[in-house]
Structure formats: C-alpha cells, structure tokens
C-alpha cells in the first residue's frame, strides 16, 4: 500500500531533544523555541513569531488579538478546516461564509467584496495547498475599510505571492507544523503577528495571561496577570523536533516541489484531454507543494477513483466538507444559502499521496492508475 502520508524525520530531531532535556529547560519559550521563532522572524522577515501547540491554537491567539466580540462577523471561506471557524466562533463570532473560485478552492474576492458589511471585524482567509490568494486584491478590499485581515496560513510555510511570503500580508498568520505538513512537530503551530501594536498583547495572551515574556527580559520585577490568555505555548522538546526540520527546509521544499511536478507532467496529458483538473499553475504565485490535487467531473467518479486507487494499493483522500453544510453549522444557522463552488470541491476534489519519501516510481505507478482508470 502506498500510504497518504508518512512523516519525514531528517535524522536530528532527537539530538536536539536530547540538548533540550540536557539543558533543563523542557517548558515552553526556551532556546529551541527562540531559535525558531527567529529563524522564522529572518528568513520570512515577519515581524513577530510565536510557536504554539497547533495553527489552532494560533487561530484562537488571533481572535482573541483582533478583540472579537459578539455580533461582530467575521467572513472566512467554507471550504477549510474547522479550526479556521470554531476560533472565531470560540470568541461569539457571527459566521459569514465565503464562496471559493471556480478554478481552485481558495476565497471569491468578488463573493468577499458583496459580503462585507458594516459589522465585520475580520476576514480570514485559507491559502489552500499553501498557494497564495489574490493578494492584491484582498488587500485593498480591507485596506479601504479597516478590516482586520487573518491569514490561515496553516498549509502555507515557504509559499510566496509575488515574491513575498505568504504569512506577511496578514495583521496575523497561524502556521501549522502537524505531521502532515511540509514542516513537522508531531502537533506544533504558529502566530506569526505583523502588526507592531499587537506585539505586546501576543506575548500575554500566549503566556497564559501574564507578564512573564517581559519579565524574563528583566522589564518588570515580578510577572502577574494582566489579561486573558491561555497556555498556548509548546515545550522544548517540541520546538527542538521543530528545528531539526527547519535546518532541512530547503531539501523537504526542493524534494516536495519535484514530485509535484513530477505527477503534474504525468497527469497533463488527462488534463489536456479534458478528463481531469489540476490545480492551476501561476509563476508569480509560487505555493510549496504541500499538496497535489486533482478534481474529477462529480461526486460519483470521484469516489470510483478512490475505489480504484485502493484496490490498486494506493490511498488517495478527499477533504474538506464545506462547513456551511456541516451538521453543527447547520443547527446555528438553518438559512445559509448553498456555495456552489465550495460544494462543487467538496464533492471532486482528489488529494494524491505526496511525501518527502515518496519515490518517482511511486508517483509513476499512481499517475499510470489515474490514467488506466479514465481509459478503462
Ligand atoms: C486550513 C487549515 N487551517 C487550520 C488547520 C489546523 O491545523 P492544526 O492541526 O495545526 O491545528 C488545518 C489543518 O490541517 C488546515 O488545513
């Protein structure tokens, strides 16, 4: 079997934990974490990093910064992971779900554009396959209004838009290091703030409500509760697994990006002839091939694929089940009208297996099953 993903360990994650558990230091906001989070700050020149446990729990650290209250709507794309809702959701959010485009799942700028009313605070958008929305676009639809923008960047590491990363457009980025990412922690995130005037707040909200990050730089003499927060840093021993991968960036990336143009030649022939979709290619907007997708003609052919792809040893998945139709959504919110294309990559969309282990032959005999599949 040809298994969906398989981390990739680089072979010194556990020479740092060791260092980590040798220093003593095992808690969060320690060395391997400050390293981290610089080696970050430096090479995306973002303005600050915080790790935490999950992209989740940086989603939560961001609804909490951009001060959500109820009845302030926030407008985030159905077609996403339901994290990007439930942390807004968490703070009373109202939900006001976005359309993605025809083409390729990330959000309708122009649906975007007809949603904004007077009461949105924010909007959240999903770099989906860590290939970049249309910034441009985006920015100056928020820019003009003074909405606060929040990039869930969680597929994203390493992914540009016109040259400059994804994660530095937004007032706040979260950043997921789940072992199915690109770059891995077992479970790991991170807040990536962008916006100097939040900077302060972050570091309290991350520390658990207190003072401590300006405490330990010897700022105030003692540390004590001075706003809500919670316990959303990540110990060393995670940070150090993190770093371990960070220095093997540019190999995972360059292995990544070959494979995925590796089914993307094999698979282009179909696309030419009209069978299937890929995703689509845009030289100024260069993703990390995170994700190799193809979108089959319905519902009924995708699933005869998956069929196809695991009597044949290889295990494909879809993903996302659009969350304007989820049975939890639903019961908060019976009138929500349909999404077409959000519901349309619900029902097609197609995720190939694709890991920095994953060799040519493997992706060979996978492109040649899709290819036997549409010619039976
Ligand atoms: C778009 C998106 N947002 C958020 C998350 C949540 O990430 P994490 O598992 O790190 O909390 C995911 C997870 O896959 C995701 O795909």
């Keep these: 079997m040809i298994g969906f993903n398989k981390p990739y360990l680089t ?19 320690g060395v391997f974490t400050k390293k981290c989070q610089s080696f970050f700050e430096k090479k995306y020149n973002f303005s600050k990093c915080l790790l935490t446990h999950s992209a989740t729990a940086a989603l939560e650290m961001a609804a909490i910064l951009a001060d959500i209250k109820p009845g302030d709507e926030v407008i985030l794309p159905s077609y996403t992971f339901v994290s990007t809702a439930n942390a807004f959701l968490l703070r009373g ?30 909007v959240v958008i999903v770099h989906y396959a860590g290939v970049g929305c249309d910034m441009d676009a985006i920015l100056s639809l928020v820019n003009e209004r003074n909405i606060l923008l929040i990039e869930d ?6 992914s540009y838009y016109k040259k400059r990363p994804l994660g530095s457009f937004g007032h706040f980025a979260a950043f997921s290091f789940h072992e199915t990412k690109n770059l891995i922690s077992g479970e790991g995130g991170m807040l990536v703030i962008n916006d100097n005037r939040f900077i302060q707040r972050a570091e309290i909200i991350w520390e658990k409500g207190t003072n401590r990050a300006s405490f330990y730089r010897k700022e105030v003499s003692k540390y004590c509760w001075v706003d809500i927060g919670s316990s959303f840093l990540p110990s060393e021993l995670t940070a150090a697994f993190l770093f371990a991968q960070l220095e093997a960036l540019d190999l995972i990336q360059q292995r990544r990006r070959d494979l995925w143009n590796l089914y993307y030649k094999l698979l282009y022939p179909l696309k030419e002839a009209g069978k299937i979709k890929l995703p689509p290619i845009d030289i100024e907007n260069y993703g990390n091939a995170h994700i190799f997708y193809t979108i089959t003609e319905n519902i ?23 969350l304007h139709k989820s049975p939890y959504f639903q019961s908060i919110n019976s009138l ?16 190939l297996p694709l890991y920095y282990e994953l060799t040519e032959n493997q992706i060979i005999y996978i492109s040649n099953q899709i290819i036997q599949f549409y010619n039976r």
């Design 93 to 122: 959010a109202t939900l006001i779900f976005c359309d993605s485009n025809e083409n390729d799942p990330n959000i309708d700028v122009s649906h975007l554009k007809s949603l904004i009313t007077g009461k949105t605070k924010a």
């Design 300 to 322: 009924s052919q995708r699933d005869a694929l998956l069929l196809h792809l695991e009597q044949n040893g290889v295990q494909a998945i879809f993903h996302y089940l659009a």
């Design 153 to 158: 960047a969680a597929q994203a590491i390493d």
């Design 336 to 351: 929500q009208p349909s999404l077409r294309n959000a519901e349309h990559f619900e029902e097609t969309l197609i995720r």
């Design 11 to 29: 072979g010194t994650e556990f020479k740092y934990i060791e260092q980590a558990i040798a220093l003593q230091n095992i808690s969060g906001n």
